[in-house]
T-cell receptor, first 111, second 110 residues
Framework: QKEVEQDPGPLSVPEGAIVSLNCTYS??????FMWYRQYSRKGPELLMY????GNKEDGRFTAQVDKSSKYISLFIRDSQPSDSATYLC???????????FGGGTRVLVKP | DVKVTQSSRYLVKRTGEKVFLECVQD?????MFWYRQDPGLGLRLIYF???????EKGDIPEGYSVSREKKERFSLILESASTNQTSMYLC?????????FGSGTRLTVV
C-alpha cells in the first residue's frame, strides 16, 4: 500500500465550477501538508502549505486537513482554464526530512 | 525568488552512454533532490543530499549516482544509460520542507 493515495483523474469541469481534489495517507507521522501545481512540461510549483487540521484559504484556493481521518483536500473556486494542470499533494514528516508525493490528479477546466 | 536551474530541457542519448544531468540553485539551500517522473508512477526519489559531499539513496537509486562538490550544484549521473531510464528528471532544493523545483530535463535514451 502506498503511503499517499491520490486519484489520477482526469477531472474535467466547466469554467467557473468548484474543483475538489483530495489525498489520503496512512502514516500519522506526517506533519506538514502541501499542494503543488504542475503545468505540462514544467516542474511542480508550491501552491498551498499547511501544518494543522482545519482550513487555509489563499484567494480562490482552500486547503483542508483532517488529521484524524488522514485526509487532505484542495478546493479551487471559480475555476479558470488557466487552472488546468496536474495537482500533487505532498506530505512531510520531520524524521527523514523529505517529502512524500501523491501521484497527482490531472485537472482540465473547459471554457 | 529561489531559482533552480537544470542545464538541459531535452536530451537524447544512446544506450550505454554516460549521462550527466546538472542542477544549480541560487538560494544557499542545504537540501537538494533528484526525482524522476513517469506517467502512472508519479514522482520517485532517486537521490538526495543534505550537505556538500553528502548523499543519501532515495527509493530508486539503481543505475544512478550523484555528486555534490559545491553547495549550489547537485549532479545526477547515469553510469550507462538504458532505455528504461527514459523519463522526465526533476531537481529540487529546500531549506526545510517546501521544495522548489527546476523545470525538468526530458531524457530520451535510444
Amino acid at each position: 500500500q502506498k503511503e499517499v493515495e491520490q486519484d489520477p483523474g482526469p477531472l474535467s469541469v466547466p469554467e467557473g465550477a468548484i474543483v475538489s481534489l483530495n489525498c489520503t495517507y496512512s502514516n500519522s507521522a506526517f506533519q506538514y501538508f502541501m499542494w503543488y501545481r504542475q503545468y505540462s512540461r514544467k516542474g511542480p510549483e508550491l501552491l498551498m502549505y499547511t501544518y494543522s487540521s482545519g482550513n487555509k484559504e489563499d484567494g480562490r484556493f482552500t486547503a483542508q486537513v483532517d488529521k484524524s481521518s488522514k485526509y487532505i483536500s484542495l478546493f479551487i473556486r471559480d475555476s479558470q482554464p488557466s487552472d488546468s494542470a496536474t495537482y500533487l499533494c505532498a506530505l512531510f514528516k520531520a524524521a527523514g526530512n523529505k517529502l512524500t508525493f501523491g501521484g497527482g490528479t490531472r485537472v482540465l477546466v473547459k471554457p | 525568488d529561489v531559482k533552480v536551474t537544470q542545464s538541459s530541457r531535452y536530451l537524447v542519448k544512446r544506450t550505454g552512454e554516460k549521462v550527466f544531468l546538472e542542477c544549480v540553485q541560487d538560494m544557499d539551500h542545504e537540501n537538494m533532490f533528484w526525482y524522476r517522473q513517469d506517467p502512472g508512477l508519479g514522482l520517485r526519489l532517486i537521490y538526495f543530499s543534505y550537505d556538500v559531499k553528502m548523499k543519501e539513496k532515495g527509493d530508486i537509486p539503481e543505475g544512478y549516482s550523484v555528486s555534490r562538490e559545491k553547495k549550489e550544484r547537485f549532479s545526477l549521473i547515469l553510469e550507462s544509460a538504458s532505455t528504461n531510464q527514459t523519463s522526465m528528471y526533476l531537481c529540487a532544493s529546500s531549506l526545510k520542507d517546501g521544495y522548489t523545483f527546476g523545470s525538468g530535463t526530458r531524457l530520451t535514451v535510444v
